[in-house]
């Protein structure tokens, strides 16, 4: 699986959007970009993912950018559950997930 | 539809001690996945497994752990002599089919603890 890098920690304010990047410049044409995020002392959990265009879902929104090399987690209105480390991933294939460090997202009450 | 069953959540032995971890994965998917998450660290691929076979075991120690996924039943982990360093979380995972854009589907997780 092709390289992910995220920053290490962002932080945002409660019933704000959050937008969480993650760049992936080696990404193939077969690559699909998957998120998921892990909640405190819980396992990880699937949130969205997208080959080309751009995604919705209930829990968030994924922007790809035009030439796949980066793409953007978008929560509309965080919470203070969406607390979490967030995984940007690129898949090719069904196999292992290969888990980078991600994004500690901090919500601020 | 119950999601991805665990057991035990809570498992402590002790040096030498054998453990094993169960998972049931979710109605009608017949992969499974194990990782690992060492205190403070990031999740690590163990093995992917269908049913009765092993497809990919490259994350999974030489010595002392194995996993089966049986015909009937559940996923077992195994790790024989456990040691300290041993104590992790251990997730399973599953998913309907080998697509890339199939998401797995994570269980709560057993937190062995060796004494």
């Known amino acids: 699986d092709a390289k992910t890098t995220q920053p290490n920690s962002m932080e945002s304010n409660e019933e704000e959007p959050v937008h969480l990047p993650c760049n992936h410049s080696?990404?193939?044409?077969?690559?699909?970009i998957h998120w998921y995020r892990q909640l405190p002392s819980q396992g990880p959990e699937y949130v969205i993912h997208g080959l080309t265009s751009n995604v919705n879902n209930r829990m968030a929104s994924l922007a790809i950018a035009e030439d796949r090399k980066s793409s953007t987690l978008i929560l509309h209105r965080a919470t203070l559950r969406d607390a979490a480390v967030y995984y940007c991933?690129?898949?090719?294939?069904?196999?292992?997930?290969?888990f980078g460090k991600g994004t500690r997202l901090h919500i601020l009450p | 539809n119950a999601g991805v069953m665990q057991n035990p959540r809570h498992l402590v032995r002790r040096r030498g001690q054998e453990a094993r971890l169960r998972c049931s994965p979710m109605k009608g998917h017949s992969h499974v996945y194990w990782y690992r998450q060492l205190p403070e660290e990031g999740l690590k691929f163990m093995v992917y497994?269908?049913?009765?076979?092993?497809?990919?075991e490259s994350g999974m120690p030489k010595e002392r752990f194995s996993a089966e996924f049986p015909k009937e039943g559940p996923s077992i982990l195994r790790i024989q002599q456990v040691v300290r360093g041993d104590s992790a979380a251990y997730f399973c995972a599953s998913s309907p089919g080998w697509n890339s854009g199939d998401e797995q589907y994570f269980g709560p997780g057993t937190r062995l603890t060796v004494t």
């Open positions: 991933i690129l898949r090719d294939g069904g196999d292992k997930i290969i």
């Open positions: 497994l269908q049913k009765e076979n092993i497809i990919d």
């Open positions: 080696t990404i193939s044409g077969t690559d699909y």
